[in-house]
């Protein structure tokens, strides 16, 4: 085993995981093993949505976006972001958008500062943490929501366990609480040693699997700060 390369185990979809993959190998170089295994699946709903009305449309990930953007060709209401590579598929759709740099409430608070005519829709998944447009409707505003796309589990090849459990060691992002939460219940009892960046404390809290040898939570929930953490995790596993 000694000779083994250590893994990076992805568990995003797939698009995210590839991008993050070419991200990780630019700053890291090529002495990585590489193991995509997408612990959820999105299904975008097909159902049709009016913005009749709608003054602004919150994202809070490139999937509502992508939800939103399959069943209406409107494109007449604000995005309100919640950070940059959200607002970038925003814009990419045909949307004007402006992105809150972060957090959900991050995004409550930009909406409430600067909030546009008319009726405020969050685009979201089944899965969701928080409610957005309860926050806002707690500040007077007329908010809603639209679920338009399922995350659904996936359960790893055994293969991904088996590599999990050979490598020296295996570095594991995870970017979202639930995420976290299906693939600890993945590794359930697997051998291998981990050593976990998580993007927020909402993730951290959510991991309930193996032990790892080192765990870092993210400074800030956004992709250069889970890269950030990696490096951590990676000087520190080379420290003498």
């Not at 090529?30 to 295994?37: E, K, L, R, S, V």
């Not at 607002?87 to 500062?113: D, I, P």
């Not at 953490?229 to 420290?239: E, F, N, P, R, Y």
Request: aromatic share 6%; glycine share 8%.
């Amino acid at each position: 085993m000694a000779d083994r390369l250590p893994l990076l185990l992805m568990t995003r979809p797939r698009a995210q995981s590839d991008r993050f993959v070419r991200q990780f190998t630019d700053r890291f170089g090529p002495d990585f093993a590489i193991a995509t295994a997408p612990v959820m699946e999105i299904v975008l709903y097909e159902e049709p949505i009016s913005l009749a009305g709608v003054g602004g449309v919150m994202f809070t990930s490139e999937n509502g976006v992508a939800g939103l953007a399959r069943v209406t060709q409107d494109r007449s209401p604000h995005a309100y972001c919640v950070g940059d590579r959200t607002a970038s598929a925003a814009r990419a759709e045909g949307f004007s958008a402006r992105s809150a740099h972060g957090t959900a409430e991050e995004l409550v608070k930009v909406v409430a500062a600067d909030p546009p005519g008319g009726r405020l829709l969050h685009l979201r998944g089944e899965h969701a943490r928080g409610n957005i447009a309860a926050a806002l409707r707690e500040r007077g505003f007329d908010a809603d929501e639209r679920v338009v796309y399922d995350q659904r589990p996936l359960d790893f090849d055994p293969a991904v366990k088996q590599a999990v459990a050979d490598a020296p060691l295996t570095y594991l992002p995870l970017f979202s609480p639930r995420s976290a939460a299906l693939v600890a219940k993945q590794l359930q009892g697997c051998p291998g040693k981990l050593a976990i960046v998580s993007m927020s404390a909402a993730v951290t809290a959510a991991w309930d699997g193996p032990e790892p040898v080192a765990f870092v939570q993210a400074s800030y929930p956004d992709g250069p700060a889970m890269l950030d953490g990696l490096d951590t995790l990676i000087a520190a596993a080379h420290a003498p």
